[in-house]
């Protein structure tokens, strides 16, 4: 089997469980759109200031949702043994990292496209023209929240208290990413001009490539030996 | 006591006291801050200590990865704590400055803002290392994390920067550098020197404890078997 034969074939079985039990997907889903709910009670209805801070909102409700389905898919392979056995497999162990940040990056796009249509009914945002590159930028904070997500994950999976030990991890260092995702939506969201859009769609660009080269070497030191 | 332990113990004694004498008599008042200027001189030296830490926790954990050594893992976990120990205090003594002389304890300044996500950060890191149960793999854990974690440093440094460039913050006046007296210089270096000599003595104990403690462990479990 090449590389990009193993990768589809790790993401393909992650893909099938995930639709046989639906237990990632639909928990984040449900929690990404309590916390839209939730953010709307704390400002007036309709005021204005919830308009200008519905870009962060967003990204809350991303990386919440996120953490908690990342949490889920490798507490689900830890109590199954499933990991051992992929590691058995003659699969390369870098390529089970592009093969798992692929997965999770599915995952959480689903989210993001059920989610995203709803927030922008419930806060009369005005997508005209600006939806490619918001979707691009979604994509991008995404790719670096899943790339550290992936690699915290798998550490805090074997932890006592995985669930409270993957936030602490992974929320201070993934903050420049949230930081230049949230500030790139913001001024997308109110039609800034492209070079200063741009200016922060770079830095996220740098972010992402720096986080998953160091994801992507430091990932076989995390597996079981 | 041992000779080896107290040379550097009786030296980090006499540079804090030469330290103090610098800061409290020698240095002259500032004439607009007045005397809460003199925390400048604990609290720059505490700043570049954690950093100093933070740097040896990273080398630590490179080496550790790459040899397998059970001394490299200890030599970060002491050095982890003793930066967690000054940037605390970079994090108190910073307020306590802030508020007479900025009219404010908190201002979401680059400096400000990265030390303080640092500390989350390394206290992440000192929870991960209580958090597994197997030993070996813990201190992988930490390795890994602790690489990412001192990398990060640059990135979200940068990041708020861009970020308060972008949003330009009340002008807060010249903090340091800005015209420093000869005497306040020297005053500095002194005290930079003092927190230093301080730093490697406090990491020479710990990693002499922590070595001791291992042993302690190893000749428990000779004794069971």
Known sequence: MTGLKQILTIVQKDLILEMRSKEIIVSMLVFSLIVVAVFNFIFDPGSEQIRTTAPGILWIAIIFASNLGLSRSFAREHENAHMQGILLCPVDRSLLYIAKVIGNIIFIT??????????VVLFDLDLHGVLPLLLLVLFLGTLGFAGVGTLFSTI??????????????????????????????SYLLA??????????????IIFDVIFLVVCFLLYEYVLEE | MDKKYLIPILLSYVAILAALYFAFIYAPTERTMGDVQRIFYFHVPS?????LAFFVVCIASIAFLRTGKES???LAASSAEIGVLFITIVLITGPMWAKPVW???????????TSFILWLIYIAYLMLRSYVHDKERGARFAAVFGIIGFLDVPIVYMSIRWWRTLHPAPVMGGK????????????????????TILFATLLFLRYKTGMVATEFERLKIKIHS
């Open chain 1, 110 to 119: 689903i989210v993001e496209i059920i989610s995203l249509p709803v927030m």
């Open chain 1, 156 to 185: 805090s999976a074997n932890t006592k208290s995985r669930e409270v030990m993957l936030p602490i991890l992974l929320f201070p260092v993934t903050i420049p990413i949230i930081l230049a995702a949230s500030k790139s939506t």
């Open chain 1, 191 to 204: 039609g800034r001009d492209i070079s200063q859009i741009w200016s922060w769609m770079r830095i996220l």
């Open chain 2, 47 to 51: 700043a570049w200590v954690s950093f």
């Open chain 2, 72 to 74: 490299w893992d200890i």
């Open chain 2, 103 to 113: 009219n404010t304890f908190w201002t979401w300044d680059a400096r400000l803002t």
């Open chain 2, 176 to 195: 340091e550098g800005s015209g420093l007296a000869p005497e306040m210089l020297m005053t500095l270096m002194i005290c930079l020197g003092a927190f």
